[in-house]
Structure formats: structure tokens, C-alpha cells
């Protein structure tokens, strides 16, 4: 695990330092924090209810990653809080509620460049372990990966066994980028050319990243039968406490509104069950 490049720990570490111990939230403004694949996503929905509502504002926050925008609400330091992952049992001990108010799919994405259009699980797996270096058109693989504890490095070791296993040889090769939140993990993908890994659909509209998507084909070779589908979708969670101010329960009742569904929509996020 030390061959692992980490990319902005201090950035994030301090991100979540700025949260936690610049006190409560005022009345006046409303802050919310948390995963960053919603970050977009909730900005624009900001404007609209900004819009709507005149003197209120929304500030929302760099990426904290789930955990922190959870303990960020818990300790009253923002309003509202954007996970990626139901709550922890202490968590809702804590005082945290969280209500599912989205779902977007996970993709492999690459940099625009790149004229590959699709992948299989075979692919995936030759990737991952290192045996495939290159894409068809002699192009570098440059794969970014998240930490190990991740939600999306569990979505892809779920894809098959011999992916699986090709995730932790990723882990051990020196050459290994590490993302550590969804923007940097964006950011990454971007920027390097010949770029692999994985990524939020609504992510990429929302945040207009200029990444490739590229379509999962599942080869007869893969035995992905025990794979659920909704591993393929990521469940976006609105967090909240009693003591949420008025502003933050009126924002909470517009994100579920037709009108902000309809926008949600219209980035590829789809209303959660």
C-alpha cells in the first residue's frame, strides 16, 4: 500500500477542518456539505430556490466525502449534509436522519481524446491487474483509483472475481493514483490523457466534466449473474437534524418538489425510491 500515490490530502483534510470548527451555521444563510458527486447538482438547485425565494442563501461547500458532511450536521456545523451511503447505526444515534432523494449511474469514464467507446468486464479486469498498459491507438492507461475503503472501489470489485483480485494487484503497482474525493477524482480523469476509472453520470453533467463515458459491455466470460443491478446506481442521501433551521426545512421541501426532481432529471440524476 505505500507504493500508493495519495493527490491533496492537506486540501481535503482542511476542507474539513474549515466545517467543523467555524461554529454553527447562521439563520440567515444556509450551508450544506457532504459527497461530492451532489455537489453540482445542488448548487443548481440552490440557484433555483434562491431565486424563489429572495434574501435566502445556500452556500455550499467543497467536498467533505459522506462521513464528513454526516459529522458536520451532527455537530450543527452545517444545515444539511449530501451522503452517498445510508447512515451508520452511531450516526443515527448521533441525532442524523437521512432520506434518499436521488439515484445516478456509475460509469467507466476517460478523457474525451480517447476513441475507445466501450469496455468489457474482461478489459476491466487486464486493466486493473496491469496486463493491458495501453488503449487500442498506443495511447498510456493512466488508471485513478479512490482510497480502499471507497464505495466505488467496492462497486467494482463487485463486478467479478478476477476483477476483484486485479483491484488489489492496482493497489500494490507504484504507479497508482488516488483520488481522494469525487472532485478530485473528476479533476484527475480530466487531466490525464489516456485517463480510466470510475464515475457518476450526474456528476459529469452536473459539474459539465469533459470526460468519455464509456458503455459496459459484459462478456460471456465474466460471470457477473450475482452482480445486483443496483450496484450500477449510486443513491444520493439528504441528511438533516432536529435541529435544522427553518430555511433548511424549506430547501429540504424543494429538493423533493416536481419542479427540483425536474431539474435533478435533466443531469441524469432520477428521483429515488
Not at 467543497?62 to 447505526?89: E, F
Not at 487486464?126 to 466505488?152: C, F, H, K
Not at 437534524?241 to 426545512?249: E, G, R, V
Amino acid at each position: 500500500m505505500s507504493n500508493i500515490v495519495f493527490r491533496s490530502a492537506t486540501l481535503a483534510l482542511g476542507a474539513m477542518a474549515t466545517v467543523l470548527f467555524s461554529g454553527a451555521a447562521s439563520a440567515e444563510t444556509l450551508r450544506i456539505g457532504g459527497t461530492g458527486v451532489a455537489l453540482g447538482s445542488i448548487s443548481v438547485l440552490a440557484d433555483a430556490f434562491e431565486a424563489q425565494h429572495p434574501g435566502s442563501e445556500i452556500e455550499v461547500l467543497p467536498s467533505l466525502g459522506s462521513g464528513g458532511g454526516i459529522k458536520a450536521v451532527i455537530a450543527q456545523a452545517i444545515d444539511l449534509g449530501l451522503s452517498s451511503r445510508p447512515l451508520k447505526d452511531k450516526e443515527a444515534a448521533a441525532g442524523a436522519k437521512a432520506r434518499p432523494y436521488a439515484q445516478t449511474a456509475m460509469v467507466f469514464a476517460t478523457s474525451v481524446g480517447n476513441d475507445t467507446s466501450t469496455i468489457t468486464t474482461e478489459d476491466i479486469a487486464e486493466i486493473y491487474s496491469g496486463e493491458a498498459s495501453q488503449w487500442p491507438n498506443g495511447t498510456p492507461i493512466r488508471l485513478v483509483m479512490r482510497p480502499p475503503s471507497e464505495g466505488d472501489i467496492k462497486v467494482i470489485r463487485s463486478l467479478s472475481q478476477e476483477i476483484d483480485q486485479a483491484v488489489d494487484a492496482a493497489f500494490e503497482r507504484a504507479s497508482a493514483v488516488v483520488a481522494l474525493n469525487d472532485q478530485e477524482n473528476a479533476e484527475t480523469l480530466e487531466s490525464l490523457e489516456g485517463s480510466f476509472g470510475l464515475m457518476a453520470v450526474g456528476q459529469i453533467k452536473a459539474e459539465n466534466r469533459q470526460l468519455k463515458a464509456l458503455k459496459l459491455v459484459r462478456s460471456e466470460a465474466t460471470d457477473m449473474s450475482d452482480v445486483p443491478e443496483d450496484e450500477f446506481l449510486k443513491t444520493l442521501y439528504l441528511v438533516s437534524s432536529d435541529a435544522a433551521s427553518p430555511l433548511a426545512a424549506a430547501f429540504q421541501t424543494f429538493i423533493y418538489s416536481e419542479e427540483a426532481q425536474a431539474i435533478l432529471s435533466s443531469y441524469d440524476f432520477k428521483p429515488a425510491n
